[in-house]
């Protein structure tokens, strides 16, 4: 089940995002992750796990303030629950929020380490733009990835 995030997700969403993203704080997850869910609820969204109450799951995004662009900040499932479906969901909910609010594309930065989820992307529209050397210091690159969606 897919529900909107809440304020009170936020302790287990960021264990989650953490999970994913070992070269950061949990600090640094909560302190960036609360003021996009202040701003941006409408794309944060959560996954629980469908016996019970138990988040497996999250999603983050924001969008220009001219409405043009949105940017998906993170998205990660409970390594237990890989390769369930979660993920699938959480992108096929946020990409239709975007669409909801008419933005014309949607971007997103892989680490170099993680890039085995590529394909995972490809499979939404999005794809290759760039490589960002050294975001995030230490020779650790980023990948860019953007969807356009048709403009009406």
Known sequence: ??????????????????????????????KYT???????????WIVVHSEGTKIVGGITGIIQK???AGYIMDI??????????????????ELKAFDE???SSVELEIHYLNAKVIPF???????LQKIKKDEYGSGQDAIEMNKTFKVN
């Open 1 to 30: 089940m897919i529900r909107p995030m809440e304020i009170s997700d936020l302790p287990t969403i960021t264990h989650i995002f953490k999970q994913a993203n070992p070269k950061t704080t949990a600090e640094a997850i909560h």
């Open 34 to 44: 609360l003021p996009v869910l202040q701003e941006f609820p409408q794309f944060c």
């Open 66 to 68: 001219d409405r043009s």
């Open 76 to 93: 990660a499932v409970e390594s237990s629950y890989h390769h369930q479906n979660f993920g699938h969901l959480l992108m096929a909910r």
């Open 101 to 103: 609010a008419n933005v």
């Open 121 to 127: 992307y490809y499979r939404y529209g999005f794809r």
